[in-house]
């Protein structure tokens, strides 16, 4: 199991300009992470010597953990978009005749909305179609079709969980606009499920702890509190994605 808490060590030893890097620190990393005492043995016995050699391990060892954490990432993003999938009905075809989410949700009173709110509903038309060809896009992707799934994958997966949070929280402010005031001021309703709710509480404290100590048991216990949130806002799903969890 990869340690998580060396890769941001790693990140920073190498992004350190080299004149200015800590050799020694370098070397002790590359021992931490392969465990070689011959090879840390013979690295320190002339360390300034050997700078070269500390960077092209460590290197190698970065790149290929962010391969790792990039099918962990991708794993959990992909089930997300399932879900996404289903809900928005991104397998039909475009031009299904079964009333689409969209239709259903039209307000009686559309007409007579601010054209701020109007807008709203037009702009979630065009964002399902976007969603609709991502899923396409996603969908082509196999380990017939490319060399890196998981690579290929990402950019789609990642654009179809955005939009979907810009979807609902579009027909958020759309279904709970009051006539009669300012389009600035809808009183966004979110989830009212008491474990939603603490979910959404409980995930910002785990997330500053895992910020200052990564590790695997932190990663999965903040996706599944994740995942019990039912209405993820734009702040929290930006956290979990700085931290390398979406």
Known sequence: ???????????????????????????????????????????????????DTIEYQLNKIY?????????????????????????????????????TELQR????????????????????????????ECHVRLRMITPETSTCPDSDRFPWAKEIIALDTLYRENWNRYDHYVKGTPAAAVQLVTD????????????????GKYATNPNDALAERIRETYA????????IRKKMTAAGLL
Request: charged fraction near 30%; glycine fraction near 4%.
């Open 1 to 51: 199991m990869i340690d998580l808490e060396l890769t941001p060590k790693i990140k920073e030893w190498l992004e350190t300009e080299p004149s200015q890097r800590n050799l020694q620190e370098g070397a002790d990393l590359l021992l931490r992470v392969t465990r070689n005492k011959i090879l840390y043995a013979n690295i320190t016995r002339n360390i300034a010597r050997h700078a």
């Open 63 to 99: 790149k290929a953990r962010l391969v790792d954490i990039t099918h962990d990432q991708v794993r959990s993003m992909m089930s997300d978009v399932g879900s996404i999938a289903q809900a928005r009905g991104l397998d039909n075809p475009e031009g299904s005749t079964k009333r």
């Open 105 to 132: 949700g039209k307000r009686a009173d559309h007409d007579e909305l601010p054209d701020e709110i109007k807008q709203l509903y037009v702009d979630n038309a065009d964002i399902l179609r976007k969603m609709r």
């Open 192 to 207: 009212s499920r008491s474990d939603s709710r603490n979910a959404a509480r409980v995930i910002h404290l785990l997330l």
């Open 228 to 235: 019990r949130i039912a209405s993820p806002t734009v702040a």
